[in-house]
Nanobody, 124 residues
């Protein structure tokens, strides 16, 4: 059974940084692409970033490109989201997600397993 546990959220001032972590268990982590999504108050969940199972490719939403960096440590079964130059509009619950099929580069809609989320709040 896949388990994804996020950590690292919190309150930060605009322009600040946070690093989110997601610890995965329940299957061979290194075989699956991983992603981050977020849901802002009153909005639909949206894609933020993804990294391939080999870490050879990444994908970012236009709104975070150049400010956020996704990475993974397969030895630690963990994926990270480094968030710099945070803006109030980045305020959301951030969810870690795992692809449901191994050894592929998924579409943004292919993520089938989700964590419980971690809150990020950015004050102006």
């Amino acid at each position: 059974q896949v388990q994804l546990v996020e950590s690292g959220g919190g309150l930060v001032q605009a322009g600040g940084s946070l690093r989110l972590s997601c610890a995965a268990s329940g299957r061979t982590f290194s075989n699956y692409a991983m992603g981050w999504f977020r849901r802002a108050p009153g909005k639909e969940r949206e894609f933020v970033a993804a990294i391939s199972w080999r870490a050879s490719s990444t994908d970012y939403a236009d709104s975070v490109k150049g400010r956020f960096t996704i990475s993974r440590d397969n030895a630690k079964n963990t994926v990270y989201l480094q968030m710099n130059s945070l803006k109030p509009e980045d305020t959301a619950i951030y969810y870690c997600a795992s692809d449901s099929t191994p050894w592929r580069t998924p579409r943004r809609t292919d993520f089938g397993f989700w964590g419980q989320g971690t809150q990020v709040a950015v004050s102006s």
